[in-house]
């Protein structure tokens, strides 16, 4: 679909600055962009490709625009600018189309209007999927599950039984909701497996990306609340709570029992330790390791950087040697109050 540069302008609240006939087909970036495309410039790096670009238009701040050479949608936030475009133009196909008559649906499910499903879907007793909820090819939904309106579950995806999903939700391939935590004990060394009776419930306007697995409650239920974004290849343990609109980045872990707070940020390779309590607007940059309750709000860190192997090798050798200088460091202001005392007598 083609969109004139006026009716893109009135979609996303910007300015148009040109042609406001001028048609956009489709967005690239900037260095790549043709004609008939829309491109963006939101970070202050790229700025010297917007004199250059073959863009027929470009998503702009008004600081930017004397920089431009062709048409411009000006806003004060170029970046959500694109993000709407990108919605706009998206060329992304469904999942599935009507129902596959290879789909296996059992005969008490409740299905709203117009729900499609792939080929080769299982849903199996109980289940209910609401209006215009899409079911992709070779998902699993089990007992007494619930879809909500207009959620997307692409290729298999499988729901286990009893969880809730809301409305408006992207699930993407692969991922797994509501299998078994892992709860176990021990008999003499024997482990002895505990049924995990619980479930999960995931709220509305929340995305999960593909190969993700949420694990259903022990007792009481895992929990994703309204908003929440995650990236592919996540682990949520048992009776995780994330708060609303918090966003984590791929191979992060939770481990059980733990609470996020809302509006957080978990950076990919994190990994946050079980029954502990995370608070609201916390930030964990990359493969930062959390290991206990944080409750003021902030940016915290605790991954090594990368360096020279030669240079990493001989930090690692000087960090073993710390407890001895510090029996050393301790030894020597010990003989230092000493001899203090000695010379305050005299």
């Not at 302008?9 to 967005?27: F, Q, R, T």
Request: proline content about 2%; aromatic content about 4%.
């Amino acid at each position: 679909m083609s969109y004139t540069l006026k009716q893109l302008a009135d979609k996303i609240d910007a300015e148009v600055h040109g042609d406001e006939n001028y048609l956009i087909d489709s967005l690239a970036t900037l260095s790549a962009a043709n004609a008939q495309q829309i491109s963006f410039l939101a970070n202050k790096k790229y700025n010297q490709q917007l004199s250059s670009t073959n863009a027929g238009a470009v998503i702009i701040s008004s600081q930017s625009l004397s920089s431009c050479k062709t048409n411009a949608l000006v806003m004060d936030n170029p970046y959500l600018g694109y993000a709407l475009t990108a919605q706009l133009l998206d060329t992304t196909p469904k999942p599935a189309r009507n129902i596959h008559p290879s789909a296996q649906i059992a005969d008490d499910v409740s299905l709203g209007e117009n729900v499609a499903i792939g080929a080769n879907a299982v849903i199996e007793q109980g289940v209910v999927i609401a209006d215009n909820a899409i079911i992709g090819a070779g998902c699993f939904i089990g007992e007494q599950a619930k879809i909500g309106e207009q959620t997307k579950l692409w290729a298999n995806v499988s729901i286990y039984h009893r969880v809730e999903i809301g409305r408006n939700c992207l699930i993407q391939a692969n991922t797994v909701i509501g299998s078994d935590g892992f709860g176990y004990a021990n008999d003499e060394g024997q482990w002895l497996k505990i049924p995990q009776l619980g479930t999960v419930i995931i709220g509305d306007n929340v995305e999960i990306g593909a190969s993700t697995t949420i694990d259903r409650g022990a007792l009481e239920n895992t929990v994703i609340k309204d908003g929440v974004i995650l990236d592919n290849q996540i682990q949520i343990a048992h009776n995780v709570v994330i708060g609303e609109n918090t966003a984590m980045a791929a191979c992060s872990v939770i481990a059980g029992s733990t609470t996020i707070g809302k509006n957080c940020v978990i950076a990919g390779l994190v990994g946050i330790n079980g029954h502990i309590e995370v608070g609201d607007g916390i930030v964990f940059t990359g493969m930062t390791m959390v290991t206990k309750n944080i409750s003021e709000s902030g940016v915290y860190s605790s991954g090594m950087p990368c360096q020279p192997n030669k240079e990493w090798r001989k930090n690692n050798a000087r960090i073993r040697k710390l407890d001895s200088i510090l029996t050393r460091i301790k030894s020597a202001e010990h003989n230092i109050e000493h001899l203090n005392t000695i010379i305050e007598k005299e």
